[in-house]
C-alpha cells in the first residue's frame, strides 16, 4: 500500500470513503438522522475544503492498486507538543487488511517528526474500533461528550498515546 498526503482535488475520493464507511462504522451506534447530519456537516464539499485549505488539519490517503481505500487526518494542538487524530476510516472491504494500521504509524512517524510527545483521538464510546486502538497502544484517558448540533452529540471517549522519540522509518509508506 502507498500512502500519501491529500489535497483538495482528493475531496470526492475522500467523501466516497466516508459515505460508504460510516453506515457500517455506526450502525446501531447512529440513527439514521445523526449519520446524515454528521456526514454534510463533516465531509460536504465546503467543509473538507475548509478543512484541507483553512486548518492546520493534514490528510493522508491510502492507496492500494491505484484506488484510495482509507485515510486519516490529523492536527498539531496548538501551543503543545499534542497531536489529535481528527479521522481515521478504511473502506468495509479493506478492514482487518492492516490498512488502518499503515495509516495510524503514518501519522505516528510523521508528528514523531515534528516533535510530538502525546498523540490523542477520540472514539464513539460504542464503536468496536476502540479495541484496535488499544491495541495500537492507546488508552482511554476520558469521557467527552461534543455537543455538534441540531440536538445530536458524540459520545466519545478520548483516547491517548506517549510518542517515543525514536523515529521509525515511513520511507515505506511513501
Not at 451506534?29 to 464539499?45: G, K, P, R, V
Not at 492498486?65 to 499534542?82: H, K, R, Y
Not at 476510516?89 to 510527545?117: C, M
Amino acid at each position: 500500500m502507498h500512502i500519501r498526503y491529500a489535497k483538495v482535488e482528493d475531496i470526492e475520493t475522500i467523501q466516497t470513503i466516508a459515505k460508504n464507511t460510516w453506515p457500517v462504522a455506526y450502525a446501531g451506534i447512529l440513527t439514521n438522522a445523526q449519520l446524515a447530519y454528521m456526514l454534510e456537516l463533516i465531509y460536504s464539499t465546503a467543509a473538507l475544503t475548509h478543512q484541507l485549505n483553512d486548518t492546520a488539519q493534514r490528510f493522508i490517503l491510502g492507496i492500494e492498486n491505484d484506488t484510495a481505500v482509507g485515510f486519516a487526518s490529523f492536527s498539531p494542538v496548538q501551543n503543545t507538543s499534542t497531536f489529535h487524530i481528527n479521522k481515521l476510516y478504511v473502506l468495509p472491504t479493506h478492514q482487518g487488511k492492516n490498512v488502518g494500521q499503515q495509516l495510524l504509524l503514518f501519522v505516528e512517524d510523521a508528528i514523531r517528526s515534528e516533535g510530538a510527545a502525546i498523540i490523542t483521538l477520540n472514539v464513539n464510546r460504542n464503536n468496536s474500533a476502540i479495541y484496535f486502538y488499544e491495541k495500537m497502544g492507546y488508552y482511554i484517558d476520558c469521557e467527552e461528550d461534543i455537543n455538534i448540533g441540531n440536538g445530536f452529540f458524540m459520545n466519545d471517549y478520548v483516547m491517548k498515546k506517549s510518542i517515543s522519540t525514536t523515529t521509525k522509518s515511513i520511507d515505506a509508506f511513501v
